[in-house]
């Protein structure tokens, strides 16, 4: 028999409708507490998918190909377990496909490893990467890569990248004019320390600095890459209480020294992006505690932020984003919505009304 809608479910997809939104982020037994939608810039919001093998989920990765969008993240029992994967959807135009695994840990009938933090970029039509990584732990992991050439429907096999490696360990590399791809590293073995890394060949060989910080006195992890002009800044995690930044002058091979900005952080990953007008766009946590709330904020210089949008501020966890522009101008934002699902936002970066950060 066909399933009932509640009276709440049907009350929201009525607004949804009213509001002329795309999708309504609705699913059946999980109805989402978002933010009112008729924020200026907000053009969407919906779950990436609804039901799936796996129970939770978590840091997920957004990139446009020329037949439309690819979402991945990791999913299992819970993340650290053995049977977490690489899970993978598609959207050219008619909604997500359900999810599929794309990559995983094991190692031989008796033997698996749990995986972390895909990473998708799509570098030219038909190449698209797959960075992740597999391992026990943060401390222990190593970095891998696939590639498709079908974008995303199917995969090459998974290459393992160099000791001393992990590839990008979060957010999206950076491809500079010259076609070489920066990758924002950091490991974990010895305190929270970054690195960049670059291939000038899309993965077949590399280098890297040395550590930016000691990963003590500042420790900060999975950092994300920005352009102003001639200078690439970085924002970074970290356990200080604030994101942390580095500038480099020299297209990413040196960096100044890591210092604290003034924007909040409570030791979780944030995600940014240079639009095409050249400011930069930053979705964070705005606290020191918890992973709620979640908001969009501007700068043109990366040294002053102003707020332009509240994804989410009820209670839970609303973490991880990652976020692209994508060739209509559109920005889009993917996150973990409280470990159960991955929550994608559809934004007009023209029409956000822009405040002061408190």
Known sequence: MPRLLTVKTLSLLLFSAYLGLNSTAVSMGKEPKATTPDQPGLVMQEFVYNDASFPSCHASTIAETPEGLVCAFFGGTAEKNPDVEIWLSRNEGNGWTAPVSVAN????????????????????????????????????????????????????????????????VKNKPFLLADGTLLCPASTEHDGWQLQMEWTPNLGKTWHRTGPLNDGRKVAAIQPSVLRYGDRLQILCRSKGGKIVEAWSDDEGRSWSEVTETTLPNPNSGTDAVTLKDGRALLVYNPTTKGRSPLHVAVSSDGKHWKTGLVLENQKGEYSYPAVIQTDDGKVHITYTWKRELVKHVVLDPAKLQLKEID
């Open 105 to 168: 840990g094991v190692k031989d009938a008796s033997k698996r490893w749990p995986c972390w933090n895909p990473v998708l970029f799509q570098t030219k039509p038909g190449t698209l990467l797959l960075f992740y990584k597999v391992g026990p732990n943060p401390s222990e992991w190593w970095g891998m890569l696939k590639v498709s050439h079908d974008n995303g429907k199917t995969w090459g096999a998974a290459k393992r990248l160099p000791d001393g490696f992990v590839g990008p």
